[in-house]
Nanobody
Framework: QVQAVESGGGLVQPGGSLRLSCAAS????????MGWYRQVPGKQRDLVAS???????NYADSVKGRFTVSRDNAKNVMYLQMSSLKPEDTGVYYC??????????WGQGTQVTVSS
């Protein structure tokens, strides 16, 4: 059974930086893509960034130029480097991982709060 575990959330001031990590473990044959979604109360979960096994990335317009997604394929770990954070970046960040014929598997979420 595949698991995904996020870490790195917390409270940060506007303009600050934070790095999230997502570690996938379990019976992983191959991971095709990993990514991050953000959810705020009362709204749907929206894509923030994603990355494929070949390194192709995709970002929400609201985070382009500020967030960088990367992954260590050997360790099955994905990172989200967040810079120039804004209050509207606040939310619960969920990572997901899926293979060609399995998933997605979701993490439990990590809270990011951007506030002065």
């Amino acid at each position: 059974q595949v698991q995904a575990v996020e870490s790195g959330g917390g409270l940060v001031q506007p303009g600050g930086s934070l790095r999230l990590s997502c570690a996938a473990s379990g019976s992983i044959f191959s991971i095709y893509a990993m990514g991050w979604y953000r959810q705020v109360p009362g709204k749907q979960r929206d894509l923030v960034a994603s990355i494929t096994s070949s390194g192709h990335t995709n970002y929400a317009d609201s985070v382009k130029g500020r967030f960088t997604v990367s992954r260590d394929n050997a360790k099955n770990v994905m990172y989200l480097q967040m810079s120039s954070l804004k209050p509207e970046d606040t939310g619960v960040y969920y990572c997901y991982v899926h293979g060609a014929d399995w998933g997605p598997v979701w993490g439990q979420g990590t809270q990011v709060t951007v506030s002065s």
